[in-house]
């Protein structure tokens, strides 16, 4: 009899087991900021890869609006979260870095997601723990591509460069690329589009929305055609300065970063001063994440990277801003690196620092 019980309760366990393994490959929750899924940026683009995946995957989404932005905000959701059940946290942006890298400690047995970035503690260390899987992408490809389209649509001229900081891997994963593609259309298309040293500019500490109008003007006064922005907020700054420019009769450009800012920059009568985005696609990403981790085909540990080999980095499918010869070029240009017979180097390089040419 004794026996008995123990077998029966030997199979109870391993059936309890068993659910909770699946419950928590097949559970799934975005982490969004105050504006939810609905911020037309990267929580959207995270939550519809999750519903893409949804529709051929054996998985169980929600998503968990935090009321702000601070830690401890962050992590009030995350532990709402936990107490249902759900061991699969998605983040959308480096913006989420630092409640990534605290969720990944609180909480071992759950998989951290952070989308576009690694989790950082707050003195900026990285850190990847056994359960983080950080999802990053190759934006030397996608600034490549950029760079290609911007060269001939433009021609002629000189372009800026301007982010947030520095020390921001993604933004001079961003540079390189740009900075290649301007070469690439040079080299096949005959363009002369440059951008030089004193038009590489980084906004630093402090507000930067500001500090990115402001920057944005030093470069459009120098005579630049169009700044290639990179960062939320400098990009922000960029774009109010260059739509005020834009409806005083100027004819200055933007280039935008991460996702596709063209409605960002509308001003008269629904014109943008958007040519181009250099995208990451999170809706893409967003999707095959769920669906591996879902099939049990990814583990955690390390961060897994996205190209244009998967679609995951490049121009948006709409292009208002550019001219088709433009468009065509860059496709054709990205498609010699999924081919494999263009190489994007992730390290940008030293420009010329000769001066801006009125």
Do not use: H
Not at 13 to 21: D, K, Q, R, V
Not at 205 to 210: E, P, R, S, T, Y
């Amino acid at each position: 009899m004794v026996k008995k019980r123990i077998a029966i309760l030997a199979a109870a366990c391993a059936l309890l087991l068993t659910l909770s393994g699946c419950s928590s490959a097949a559970k799934l929750a975005v982490v969004t900021g105050p504006q939810g899924v609905d911020d037309g940026a990267v929580a959207q683009a995270v939550w519809q890869g999750l519903v893409k995946a949804e529709q051929d995957s054996k998985l169980k989404k929600t998503y968990a609006r935090a009321t702000g932005m601070s830690q401890e905000e962050v992590m009030t959701v995350v532990d709402a979260l936990y107490e249902k059940g759900y061991r699969v946290v998605l983040f959308p942006g480096v913006s989420f870095a630092q409640a990534a890298a605290y969720a990944q400690e609180k909480y071992q047995d759950m998989t951290v997601c952070l989308m576009g970035g690694q989790p950082q503690k707050q003195d900026g260390t990285v850190s990847v723990q056994a359960n983080s899987l950080p999802v990053v992408f190759a934006e030397q490809q996608a600034g490549f591509a950029a760079g290609v389209a911007a060269a001939v649509q433009l021609n002629q001229g000189t372009v800026g460069f301007l982010a947030d900081l520095e020390n921001n891997p993604s933004a001079q994963r961003y540079l390189a690329g740009f900075q290649q593609g301007l070469e690439y259309a040079a080299q096949n298309q005959g363009t002369q589009v440059s951008l030089l040293q004193d038009c590489i500019l980084y906004a630093g500490a402090g507000d930067q929305v500001i500090r990115g109008q402001d920057l944005a003007a030093q470069l459009y006064d120098k005579g630049c055609k169009a700044v290639f922005c990179v960062g939320d907020e400098v990009s922000v700054g960029t774009l109010t300065e260059a739509k005020a420019r834009a409806a005083l009769g100027e004819n200055v450009w933007v280039v935008g970063a991460d996702y596709d800012r063209y409605a960002q920059g509308t001003y008269n009568e629904g014109k943008s001063v958007v040519l181009t985005n250099a995208i990451k696609n999170y809706e893409t990403a967003a999707a095959l994440v769920a669906r591996d981790l879902a099939a049990g085909k990814l583990t955690a540990g390390a961060a897994v990277s996205y190209s244009a080999a998967q679609d995951c980095v490049g121009l948006p499918a709409e292009n208002p801003g550019l001219s088709q010869a433009a468009v065509s070029a860059a496709q054709a240009a990205l498609d010699a690196v999924k081919s494999g017979a263009v190489t994007v180097s992730e390290e940008a390089k030293a420009p010329s620092p000769a001066e801006v040419e009125d």
